[in-house]
C-alpha cells in the first residue's frame, strides 16, 4: 500500500521530546530515523514471537542497512505475562546482549510488549533508550505515546511502572492489515475517546468517516491515526506526569476497568472502555453536564463502528467493589471525568453514589 | 546533643527541588517538615528491624503529632537482600497498606534501604513520594542526595535502578553515634572525595580538622556534613541524570569497585573508594594531570582519617576483568575521572593500557 504520505507528530516534552512518524509500508526509512534520534550502534529488538514472524526481517534489514548492530529478544506478550518475572527475563537478556547506557531498546508489538520492554529500558541501567513500534491501532494512537510504562502485580494491572519517554515512535499502517478486527474495533474506542474529549471537528470527521476507517481505507485511516496522535501529544506534552489534564484522558475508565475486572480481562480494554464511555456520558447527562443530545452522538458513533455500549449486569455492589470502593472508603470521592459536551470533559470529584446510583441497572 | 544549629540545604532542580535538612537530635521536627513537604497524610516507614528498633519510636511519634498516619514496613538491610524480591515485598507491604499516589514511603536507614525503598516508591504507580533519612554518615552525605536509586542483580551491583528525586531528606547527627566506626569512615571517605575534586578549601578544612571530625565532634561534624551535602547538591542540580558532571562523583570508583567486587564484596565501599582515589590521584599524576604533592595531600588525608590507601595485590588481569575490560573491549576507553588539582578533577576516556599500565604493581 506504500502510497499513504509520511507525516510526523511532534510530542513535546523539553529535553525529552520525540517525533511520532506515521506512514505505511516504511520499515525501510526505520532505521535512518534510528539514526537521526539516538546516538546509539546496538539495538536490542523486543517482540513476541508471533509479531517477530510476520515483521522481524523488515525491520532488521532496515537497521542493518544503516550499520546498527541488531539483537533479537522474544517475549509472550499476552497480558498474563506482563510481569516483573518477564521483566527480569530482559534484564538477563539485556546484559547477556552486553547492552550498556548507549543501547536502544525497540520494542516491536502492541501494547503489552510496549509496556513490558518500555519498563526494562526505563529501569535498566537507571533507563537506556528506547523506541515503540507498535503494530496495534490502540498502541499507535495510546500505549505507544506519552512514557507510560509497567507491568502488572497478582493484586492488580499496572501497579508498577516509570514514565519513560521514547525517543522516537514508529508507525507502520500496513500492520494493521493483520490485526484481528476485534482488535481493530479495540484501537476504535481510544480515537473515539480522544474525539469525543479534546476536538468536535475530529468527532465530526468519525462521524463522517467511521465506516470507511474501520474497514482500514488507507487514506481516510491515516489522517484519523495522525489526528488521533496529534491529541494524544497535545495532552502528554501539557501534563507529562498526570497531575490533572492527562487525567481527562481516563475518560470512560472508571467503569471501562471494573468491567475489564468483573469479566476476568476476557473481554479487550478497547470494548470496556466503549461501554464506559457510553455510561460515563450518560451519568455526565443525569448530573447535568452534558445534552441528551451528546450522550446520543456517541453511543451512536460507537455502536456504528462495531463496538458494544451495553453495561454488562453485574450487581451494583460488585461494581463499587471493582472501582475500589470498599465499605471504609465509602465517603470518599471518586476523580470522575464528565462529559461536557462533544470536544469537551472534565474531571469532578464525585461521591460513589453519584457514579453509581442507587437505581443502576434497574432501568 | 541537642546543640548543633539546624541548617538546610537545597538541592534545586525544577519542579523536583527539595531540601536537605542537618540537625541533631531532631527528631520532633520532621513531622512538620513532612507537611511542609509533601501532601500526604499516610506515611510508610520503611526500615530495617534493627534500626527501627533504635529510632523508629520517636519517629513515628513526631509524624504522628502532626497528624500523619504511619504504617511500619521492616525489611533486611543487608546489601545481598538489595534486590527485586525485596522490592516485590515492599510493594506487596504498599498494597497491603493501601497506599495510593498521595502516599509517601519514608526510608529509615542506610543506603541499602534508601536505594530499595527509593526503587519501589520510584515504580510503585509510576511513582509516589518519597523522604530519605538516612542514618549513616555514607547516606547521608552521598547516597540519599540526588535520587539515585536501585538494586542488584545476580549479574551485578545496582544494575536496575530509577532516578526519582526524595521530597526531603532528613539528617540526625545523633544516630552517628551508634554507627560502628569502620562505618563512620566509610563516610568520610566520600566526603573527602567530595572536597578533593569541587572545593580545595573544604579540603584545607578537611586536613585542619579530620581528627575531630572522625571522633564525631558535633560542632565540627555538622559544618563537614552540611558542606558535603551542599557540594553533592551542586554537582547533582547541574546534571541531574548523570549525563556528564555528575561523573565526576565516580572520582576513585573505577579502581574502588573493581576492588570491592575482587574482595567479594567483604570490603566496607568507601574503605575501597580512599584505595581507588588514590590510585586514580597517582595515575592522575603519572599521566601529567596533577602534581605529586596533591596526591601526597590526598593520601595523607585518608590515611589521618583511618582509611586504607594500599592497593590489594590481585593480578593485574583480574582488575582488568573487573572493570569489564575483556579481550573484545581492549581497544576501547574507560571514562576514567582524573585529578588535576586538590578542588578539582575532569573526566578523559583513557585506555585500559593507561588505567592499568603493564608496569602495575610491579613496584
Known sequence: MNTAVHSRVRVSLASRSYDVHIGSGNWEKLGPAIIESTRSEKVLV????EI???YRRPVV??????????K???????????NLRSVSRLYDAFLEAEADRSTVVLALGGGVIGDMAGFASATYLRGIPFIQVPTTLLAMVDASIGGKTGVNLRQGKNLVGSFHQPNLVWINLETLQSLPRAQVLAGFAEIIKHAVIWDRTHFRELEKTILNAVDLEPKVLSGIVRRSCEIKAEVVSKDENEQGLRMLLNFGHTIGHAIESLGKYKLLHGHCVAIGMVYAA???AALGYASAKAVHRLRDLLERSGLPSELPRYP???????IGVDKKRRGSKINFVVLERIGKAKTVPLSPMKVLPQSFLKR
Open 72 to 82: 533479537r529478544i522474544d517475549i509472550p506478550d499476552r497480558d498474563r505475562n506482563k
Open 282 to 284: 450518560e451519568r455526565s
Open 46 to 49: 523486543v517482540t513476541s514471537p
Open 61 to 70: 534489514k532496515s537497521l542493518q542497512g544503516v550499520g546498527l548492530k541488531c
Open 316 to 322: 451494583r455492589r460488585s461494581y463499587l467493589d471493582a
Open 52 to 54: 517477530g514472524r510476520l
